[in-house]
């Protein structure tokens, strides 16, 4: 079965129950949208990995989260750092008590569904690193 389907101006992808967000971005990115892009998204997951950047001591501290979520809100980009495909999404999540969670979204696990709708840049952009930030960021 075919998990895309193409617009003219955007795709839908349906990343099925099992398949990790992140790979499944970065493998659809390498086939279908070479330039990159923009993507949104909801969906049900079985377990994920959220991360908050503190920009002071310029680290990650990162939390795993091993049971059933709502996927509420999926929001990133797609860019290109020395040749290889950059994949940065930040995520809401819901629990069965309906409290949210969010963050960076480091890896995620579809539990049921995840229904994304990305929208491919014209022209590959570039992320550079940023000394102020200690993070690699869009170089326009």
Known sequence: MKHFKKFKNFYILKIPRGKEIQKSI????????????FFVGIGALESAKLAHYNVSNKKYSSKNFKKPLELTNLTGNVCFSEGKIIVHSHATLADRNLKTISGHLVEAQVSGACEIIFFPFSQKIEKAYD??????????
Not at 31 to 36: E, R
Request: proline share 0%; charged share 30%.
């Open 26 to 37: 970065e493998e659809f990115s390498k086939k279908q949208a070479k330039n990159g892009g």
């Open 131 to 140: 000394k102020i930030t200690g993070l690699k960021l869009m170089n326009l």
